[in-house]
């Protein structure tokens, strides 16, 4: 498998060997990302994040404390494109010049409003927020891991069809799901990934 890693914009394959000394210098490298249950937390560089799910070759994780504690989802209720969708980009190219391109897996973002509408589609990302329903499913894990902040998930309230553009699913300090206005700018983003689970991390 080749590693690349993001560096202004240009893709640099590296070497087994310059992935290695490159995990060493971070300070990672302890132990490999299956061998961590689910539910516990472990680091990539300086982030920390918890696993939540796992399959043969993959592993789910988000990230343990907010990225960012307060920003304005966007212009609309729709993930794709908004201010949020931007920095979870950005942050896809930081993680992935730790561990390798390549060992982050892309992974599709239902966006299925809250309503069941789904005029916004799915989209295919590295990094994203967790949707609604994945919070739902991975409740009892986040509840271990609550933050003292709001912070918001990747599913709109509804769409224009019924007349809604702007309310979005959120998370509250107590872990209950709300809607939030998508210009308020007081909500966190927390972002989601998939990564392959042979990489070494710490703990």
């Not at 994780?61 to 960012?68: F, G, N, P, Q």
């Not at 709001?150 to 799901?177: Q, R």
Request: hydrophobic fraction near 35%.
């Amino acid at each position: 498998m080749k590693n690349y890693i993001c560096l202004g914009g240009k893709k640099i394959e590296l070497t087994a060997e310059q992935v290695a000394e490159m995990q060493k210098s971070l300070g990672i490298g302890q132990v490999k990302l299956k061998n961590i249950p689910i539910g516990e937390t472990f680091k990539v560089g300086d982030y920390e994040f918890v696993v939540l799910d796992r399959s043969e070759e993959t592993t789910a994780v988000i990230l343990k404390d907010l990225l960012h504690k307060e920003k304005q989802f966007g212009k609309n209720n729709n993930f794709e494109n908004s201010h949020i969708d931007e920095i979870c980009k950005k942050f896809s190219c930081e993680i992935s010049a730790i561990i390798g391109e390549n060992n982050l897996i892309e992974h599709t973002v239902d966006l299925t409003s809250d309503d069941g509408l789904k005029d916004y589609g799915k989209i295919k990302r590295k990094m994203s927020l967790l949707t609604a329903n994945l919070y739902r499913r991975y409740v009892e894990i986040l509840d271990k891991h609550k933050i003292k902040a709001w912070w918001w998930l990747a599913t709109a309230y509804s769409t224009p069809t019924h007349e809604n553009a702007n309310w979005v699913k959120c998370v509250s300090p107590d872990g209950c799901i709300y809607s939030g206005f998508n210009y308020d700018g007081t909500f966190g983003v927390r972002p989601f990934c998939i990564l392959n689970s042979n990489i070494f991390v710490s703990r």
